[in-house]
């Protein structure tokens, strides 16, 4: 129920309310009115203006956590540093692909956005190209001896993004209008359900960076068609649909761990 209906409601219920006083009870529905109007075309403009978040930060350290990732209390930082406006340009683009085309996502399409990795100015975004770029910056910093695990923390993050349907598709009415409800739908509960992820997360083997391609690819459609298909139905996605995203991307940062070395918890 809105605030609007609330208040409506509670001055039509309330026993001292009588005709007297009826204009002075329009008049603050009015002004309420008139408030709500105000913010929703606020709220409109802004949301409008820009690439919106992808899973809540609960969602995205669960998906870590879930996977075995030691630093998964960071995987939210991404969407940290991307919030400030000096690194918004080059970061954002990291998280999302928008498939205007409603292209089929292959190997060779996810390997030809990595020279695309920590580039402004690309549009479309490279969320593809960001994960094989987040691995490779790992495993040269780690070759050079140097602390290298937040380019895991980065990769992780990617990886979370990858699984929600509305950073696959386009950008259009349907995803500004919904894209903060579909990046919540489970963060109320997701905390308490990190044990159902990992019960159901699904062995992956990769051995290459061909292998990994390919692999990103599977969820990158996976999230591309439940995007068509919520997009079709005019509606958000459930509860489950949410959980069996996040499943898949839990599944796939557990595989890349393991791919680099990592031992995940």
Not at 25 to 44: F, Y
Not at 117 to 124: C, I, L, Q, R
Request: with cysteine; hydrophobic share 40%; glycine share 6%.
């Amino acid at each position: 129920m809105s605030a609007l209906k609330r208040y409506h409601l509670f001055f039509l219920s309330c026993p001292s309310v009588s005709y007297p006083i009826t204009k002075t009870r329009e008049a603050i529905m009015r002004t309420l009115s008139k408030g709500v109007a105000s913010l929703s075309l606020i709220l409109s403009v802004m949301l409008s203006s820009v690439q919106a978040y992808a899973w809540h930060d609960k969602t995205h350290l669960s998906i870590a956590e879930a996977a075995g990732f030691e630093l998964w209390y960071s995987a939210a930082a991404p969407d940290v540093a991307k919030s400030k406006s000096e690194f918004r340009p080059l970061e954002e683009k990291n998280h999302y692909f928008n498939n205007n085309a409603d292209k089929e996502v292959d190997e060779a399409m996810v390997l030809e956005q990595v020279a695309r990795y920590n580039k402004a100015g690309d549009e479309e975004g490279h969320l593809y190209g960001a994960i094989i770029g987040a691995v490779r910056a790992y495993k040269a910093e780690s070759a050079a001896g140097k602390y290298a695990e937040y380019p895991l923390v980065f990769c992780a993050h990617y990886i979370g993004d990858l699984s929600m349907p509305l950073h696959n598709t386009g950008y259009d009415d349907f995803n500004k209008k919904r894209h903060s409800v579909n990046d919540g739908i489970i963060e109320g509960s997701v905390r308490n359900n990190i044990g159902y992820i990992q019960r159901n997360i699904r062995p992956i083997t990769i051995e290459s960076e061909s292998d990994l391609a390919r692999e990103i690819a599977k969820v990158a459609n996976a999230s591309r068609k439940l995007g068509a298909k919520i997009r079709k139905e005019q509606r958000d996605m459930t509860q489950e649909e949410a959980y069996a995203q996040v499943i898949q991307s839990s599944s796939l940062l557990k595989a890349v761990l393991k791919y680099v070395g990592k031992k995940p918890s």
